[in-house]
């Protein structure tokens, strides 16, 4: 029997897994890292930093599963979206990467939406933030100009990692579509986008459907990572599209409810749907003749990170946290929590919001604001599925994934935001699982995305059910969350 590698470049850590044919995981190995913010409003990192943690994750997952390096049929990836690494002519970065969380390019931002003009709706079909490579890449051309001149290619995260691993340049679909350089409805480079704002036209890499082999392990690479020469590499997928095909979310019509560091809202559609207020995103999916429908928000567990560690100070595993909110009735009493703590994208394309307690009385204690932390992450997330609906876009189906698919009041709280039962797989580390999916396809064990998900993706047997009075409680509430918010946007900018 082969077996597969997946590989994660995350946010806050590299993960790599190794998993055998039939999807059983063998071995995990994670390294993390921390974000350089220099400035206020900055967010980057070395990708030498990257490189050699993941070089350290795939030792330890090749350790832990027992298996030599030899055995190994492909590896996959997945990877954070949005961010830029940029490559001088030797194949060295020209500085540090930026990253999706990054904020420094507010005023390209807006220069980037007034120039493309048409094009947004005609070839993009989203609209740019802060952080996003085009937006990244033009704040480099003004400000740091003989940087830029340097530049021979830029690529998003993960696709450093593959050029590391297999000394090809290259990108894939899903990946490029964030980029907002791209054209998702055409599945290709925006060339005139490119001219418009005068950037090189020669540094874009070629892109390929994310299950396509597109190099092997080089010689240099097995030196530095353990692994052998020639093992097959596919191009894999942005971390949304990967984390959806490890949840086996393949199919059009099943939405997905992610929340990890940051939280998605996603549904997989049969046709490029476009937003005309652009409020939420439209990748394309890592299968072919899919896109993603997503609303894709800055904040999900980094709120309850933050309340943990900075302001509870807590040692308390997540889990004790979990069954105390649990304890707490739906809509904590009158406690609100707006839950913009990084800004927001999704469905408020504000980088100036912040977090806000509205509602705090002398009954609120500890549970409650756990909770209310908790809530304020779905209302958010339900305010993107209001879009969904004004649009017409069914949800047959919700898989929930992260890290609140692991807690009974987090499952619940889904269920009942958005009426729906809620079902979990049995995956471990799913965007990680993804790209191993990817990774089957592109070596030919599977035929297809389909295929591989119908025998690797085990699904958990218990679903969440929505809980009729909570599911009232809710839709009174969200109201008055979407005022809230209306009432405070103003006073951001002040602040």
């Known amino acids: 029997m082969g077996y597969l590698m997946g590989i994660d470049l995350g ?28 400035r206020v409003g900055y967010a980057q990192q070395d990708p030498a930093v990257w490189w050699n943690s993941t070089k350290k994750a795939v030792a330890e997952a090749l350790q832990k599963s ?31 990467a930026i990253i999706h969380l990054d904020q420094r390019s507010l005023k390209e931002r807006e220069e980037i ?18 952080g996003m490579l085009i937006c990244s890449l033009v704040w480099l051309k003004k400000n740091k100009p003989q940087v830029y001149d340097r ?43 490119i001219r418009r704002l005068g950037l ?19 010689r240099e690479a097995a030196e530095e990572t353990g692994l052998v020469r020639g093992i097959k590499v596919a191009a894999g997928g942005g971390d949304c599209a990967a984390q959806l095909i490890g949840n086996g979310v393949a199919e059009e019509g099943i939405m997905s409810c992610n929340i990890g560091t940051a939280s998605q809202l996603a549904v997989v559609t049969g046709n490029p749907v476009l937003d005309p207020k652009m409020r939420c995103q439209l990748w394309c999916h890592s299968i072919p003749g899919l ?8 904040n999900g567990g980094n709120t309850l990170s933050w309340l943990k560690n ?22 904590c009493e009158g406690l609100f929590f707006l839950p913009y703590i990084a800004g927001e994208r999704t469905p408020h394309n504000n980088p100036l919001a912040r977090g806000v307690f509205f509602g705090l009385g002398l009954k609120h204690e500890q549970a409650y604001l756990v909770r209310a932390v908790m809530e304020g992450v779905m209302y958010n997330l339900r305010e993107c599925r209001k879009i969904f609906d004004e649009l017409g876009i069914p949800g047959r189906k919700l898989v929930a994934s992260g890290g609140a698919a692991k807690g009974k009041c987090w499952k619940q709280i889904q269920a009942d935001m958005l009426d729906m039962p809620v079902y979990t797989t049995l995956v471990q580390e799913e965007a990680c699982y993804g790209a191993a999916i990817m990774a089957s396809v592109g070596t030919g064990i599977y035929p297809d995305v389909y295929a591989a998900c119908r025998e690797m993706v085990k699904w958990s047997p218990e679903v969440t059910e929505p809980i ?7 839709q009174e509430r969200q109201e008055i969350f979407s005022q809230l918010y209306k009432m405070s946007a103003p006073v951001f900018p002040k602040l």
């Not at 946010?11 to 220099?38: C, F, H, N, R």
């Open 468 to 474: 009729r009075e909570n599911v009232q409680i809710y």
């Open 151 to 193: 530049i021979h290619m830029v690529m998003s995260p993960k696709d450093y990692i593959r050029y590391k691993l297999t000394g090809e340049i290259c990108t894939e679909y899903s990946d490029a579509s964030a980029a907002l350089a791209f054209s998702v409805r055409k599945n290709q480079w925006c060339m005139e986008l």
């Open 310 to 331: 900075k302001v509870l100070k807590s040692e308390r595993p997540f889990g004790e946290l979990d069954e105390e909110a649990f304890q707490v009735p739906a809509g």
């Open 200 to 218: 090189k036209e020669d540094i874009w890499p070629k892109a390929y459907p994310s299950c396509d082999v597109v190099g092997t392990v080089c």
């Open 66 to 96: 027992g298996i030599i390096a030899e055995e190994l049929k492909g590896i996959g990836f997945s990877g954070q979206m949005h961010g830029m690494v940029a490559l001088d002519k030797d194949g060295v970065p020209v500085d540090m």
């Open 11 to 38: 946010t806050s850590s590299v993960k790599a897994l190794i998993t055998d044919e039939t999807g059983e995981v063998k071995g995990i190995g994670q390294v993390g890292y921390e974000i350089l913010t220099p």
């Open 113 to 130: 939406v007034k120039i493309a003009g048409e094009l947004l709706s005609q070839e993009l079909l989203n609209k740019p933030s802060a």
């Open 291 to 298: 896109w993603v429908f997503q609303g894709g928000a800055l």
